[in-house]
């Protein structure tokens, strides 16, 4: 498998660390459920067949942090994003992630 880092161009899966499940978001700690929504968020994790955001880091590269959506069933990458961006993206409510 190949990886397109946005800034060095496409490189080998081996420069890549894998950093898991892109969708999920830290929750609040001050809502009144915090725990068991830390324990989602620590423990559950779906394994979806098709394709699945996930947070690669270019450990061997740029050092760049990207989120990768990835094909479960045949690793067919169909694009590959900064986190800063799609970090910022969520923040501003621009684009739905889940
Ligand atoms: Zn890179």
Not at 22 to 51: H, I, K, S, W
Not at 81 to 95: C, N, P, Y
């Amino acid at each position: 498998m190949r990886i397109k880092c946005p800034y060095c161009g496409e490189r080998s899966l081996d420069e890549f660390a894998y950093y898991g499940d892109a969708t999920v978001t830290r929750p609040n700690l001050d809502a009144p459920d915090a725990m068991d929504q830390f324990t989602a968020y620590v423990y559950e994790r779906t394994n979806p067949a098709g394709p699945h955001r996930e947070l690669w880091y270019h450990a061997a590269g740029c050092h760049a942090w990207l989120v990768v959506t990835r094909d479960t069933t045949n690793h067919k990458i169909s694009t590959v994003e900064l986190a800063r961006d799609v970090a910022l993206q969520r923040a501003s409510g621009t684009k739905g992630d889940a």
